[in-house]
């Protein structure tokens, strides 16, 4: 007979079957930690895997100073390979990317994406022209803005990433609310959804949007139900940009979107499972 010392404590919402897939390094320029203290913090948080999605290289002239150069992605690639092989056995550790579309640079993105063997593609859209809109430093920006028109210059870009084939799953998908401007008709958002189930792509479920002024993960609950009702696959994502994030909120987001009748999917070698 055991004692109640010896049973191990559970916590009460498990993380065992969950993986975090979307997670950044220092390459970027704008996260902290090394690939094995993300791992480990994963293990420790009871996620069954992790995989790692830094920022892309893009050309010299777009981004610079937020994602790693072109001549740090085999530096980058050879963190992940150790952090897999320090915690096989214990966690799935798996190598993405978070890739930018950005009409014109589909080339050097498809360029970049066959260099090395990839597990999971993120597409995501940071830029409204030259506006980096997720930025803090340029949030005043919106006031210059109609939402309505912003939005739809949005989902049009995000329309483009689902149909360019270079991505498995859309990023963070209504992040123009980062900072509280919520789209006022969703209209758009809705026939991107057309799209991605038509296309069979999948959306990331991020949690970082819980800890930005906004205070909800991305996408919101209606885009959220409106992508199951569509048959669409989520992958949990953190957005960590250190190690204290990972599996951030993960209980909760995985009943939200249990609850809404969406499915939980992930990726290795760039297939979906789940």
């Not at 050879?78 to 092989?85: H, L, P, T």
């Not at 270079?166 to 991107?192: I, M």
Request: net charge negative.
């Amino acid at each position: 007979m055991t004692s109640p010392a010896d049973v191990p404590s559970v916590p009460s919402t498990s993380l065992s079957g969950l993986y975090d897939s979307h997670m950044h390094t220092p390459l970027c320029g704008h996260a902290e930690g090394h690939p094995r203290e993300y791992a480990q913090a994963a293990l420790d948080a009871g996620l069954s895997g992790i995989t790692f999605t830094d920022h892309i290289p893009m050309p010299a002239w777009y981004d610079a100073p937020w994602r790693m150069r072109l001549d740090q992605l085999d530096e980058y690639v050879g963190m992940v390979r150790e952090a897999q092989a320090e915690f096989a056995g214990r966690l799935e550790v798996g190598l993405g990317l978070e890739a930018d579309f950005h009409p014109g640079t589909e080339r050097f993105v498809e360029e970049v994406l066959a260099l090395h063997d990839w597990d999971y593609v993120i597409g995501s859209v940071h830029y409204l022209g030259a506006w980096g809109f997720d930025n803090p430093e340029f949030v005043d920006e919106y006031d210059r803005r109609d939402l309505g028109q912003l939005y739809r210059h949005y989902y049009a870009l995000v329309e483009g990433a689902a149909r360019c084939g270079l991505f498995d799953a859309l990023g963070h998908l209504d992040l123009p609310k980062k900072f509280g401007h919520r789209d006022p008709d969703s209209a758009a958002a809705l026939r991107v959804l057309d799209t991605v189930a038509a296309l069979g792509l999948s959306l990331d479920y991020n949690t970082a949007g819980e800890r930005k002024p906004v205070g909800e993960a991305y996408p919101a609950p209606d885009l959220l139900a409106a992508a199951a009702a569509r048959g669409i696959g989520f992958v949990l994502g953190s957005d960590a940009h250190r190690p204290s994030e990972v599996g951030a909120s993960f209980g909760a987001a995985a009943e939200r979107v249990r609850a809404a009748g969406g499915r939980i999917v992930r990726y290795s070698g760039r297939v979906r499972h789940g």
